[in-house]
């Protein structure tokens, strides 16, 4: 059981009930002026409506100077949005059957033995004017509330012991009253022995802070539920205290937000791998453009080498018809030049691939065949920098499911990261193996750059975090790079001394792979 959060003292929920009154005498009235005095701080209690054949009846008149719609007919109450019960007063047993026959789905009705009640708090009322008989008064009808509300609620004494719920209460725990009433409040709702606070070290108890303050308090709460899943509670305490101000008693209500908190979490997680994608795309565009100058001039070497094979056949072929040794040249040339053309196609599809936008696409990926895209790309900027490029690649597919322009981004991060690390040249080695024990691929890039001093390392995958001058980098590499890798349930770690090199090795579930040939066959 975790404590999602505490804000004890804040504003805390209330519980709003629309009510429509069927009936304005003197009832009526009365609770009008019950109601106008607010003794119930966790009702948000709205009076939608009156209705009386009587224009002059008492509880009308007071109804329409506090600008509450009022009618002679009740049908009319039946129709107004939001209600969610009618209060009938009458005393007529045919009323109350047709407000019951005509009344929407899920609006309920308090009855006329609870009119009967208000009658005679009201008699109460009119005959004794203590505050203790009015606080009978209040108590009396602020039960009858508790009970009609569609909130959970539950009322606990001091000492943990559940004095009342209602039946809203009972259906979120699947209890029946005689099962509840009397028990403690951590046996009904968590099943555990002793307080929450007491069982789960760190969590804060909303009764335990009402108790403390004399305010009231709201947590959320994970509960064990009826059918072994986890619901989450929004859980909201009130105080109720005696004429001294002391709490004797606390009003707690139940919401079930599940569902509500599973579609925030669902969507918290989309809008994250949503702003992942984002950055790893703004991320390949500035890697597209380092790849740029190193890509051109590879690509460039060969094309002039195309160019001058075709002025040299072109020269041949306007001074006449060449000879038979001349055409074995021109098929020499003639395949050259296809391997070198064939050799920048490939390298202009491997960056128009990489620079392509994709939505996020998770697919069954080996991991060589991205390290061999990425490298196919780097290997020309390493060679112009100096760098030895090692490659030891497990024999066999290593794959893994994932999205294939965040894992190319991830590499190529890393390994941009190594060429930066050695503006005067190294040793950069790439490795991938299955790790059989845990059903793991693994890939480890080796430098033997800067290395990483210590203080930095917590620091290394916060976005925006770099040791770059201005204007040599975002600082977004890494932080990228941890992003990509826990979005695919992955790990990775670092092994790095200062002025030694860095080692990032990486490591990701396999979802299938395919022994090696030990024949080699």
Known sequence: METINNTPGNQAETFSLNIAIVGGGRTCRFFLELINNDPFPFFDIKILGVCDKNATAEGILLAKKMGIYTTDDFHDLLNIAHLDSVLELTGSRNVLLEIIRLKPKGVGVLEYNISRILRNLLDTNQRLKSTEKKLVAERTFSNLLIQQSTAAIVIINTDFIILDVNDAYLNAVKKTKDKVIGSHCYEISHGINAPCSSAFPGVKCPMLETLRTGKNAHVIHDHPGPD???????????????????????????????????????????????????????????????????????????????????????????????????????????????????????????????????????????????????????????????????????????????????????????????????????????????????????????????????KLRDNLFDPFFTTKDVGQGTGLGLSIVHGVVKNHKGTIKIDSREGEGAAFTLTFPVISSVDPDPDGG
């Open 228 to 454: 072994g899943h986890r619901m989450y509670c929004n859980l909201t305490t009130y105080p109720i205290k005696n004429d001294d101000g002391d709490v004797i008693q606390v009003v707690e209500f139940w919401r079930d937000i599940t569902a509500e908190f599973s579609d925030r979490w669902n969507k918290r997680v989309k809008e994250f791998k949503s702003d992942i994608q984002k950055m790893v795309q703004e991320d390949r565009m500035i890697s597209l453009g380092k790849l740029a100058a190193s890509c051109a001039h590879e690509i460039n070497n060969p094309i002039q080498g195309v160019l001058i094979f075709c002025d040299y056949m072109l020269d041949i072929l306007t001074a006449g018809p060449p000879g038979e040794d001349q055409l074995k040249k021109f098929k020499n040339h003639l395949a050259l030049m296809s391997t070198e053309l064939e050799r920048c196609g490939n390298i202009v599809s491997g960056m128009l691939f990489f620079a392509r936008e994709s939505g996020l696409e998770h697919k069954h990926i080996d991991l060589n065949a991205v390290l061999n895209a990425v490298l196919s790309l780097t290997r020309h900027k390493l060679k112009l920098g100096n760098i030895k490029l090692t490659t030891d690649l497990y024999p066999a597919p290593l794959m893994v499911e994932g999205d294939i322009n965040q894992l190319q981004q991830c590499f190529l991060n890393l390994i941009f990261n190594a060429n930066e690390s050695m503006p005067d040249g190294g040793d950069l080695v790439v490795r991938s193996w299955m790790d059989t024990a845990l059903n793991n691929a693994c890939v480890e890039i080796r430098d033997t750059g800067y290395g990483i001093p210590e």
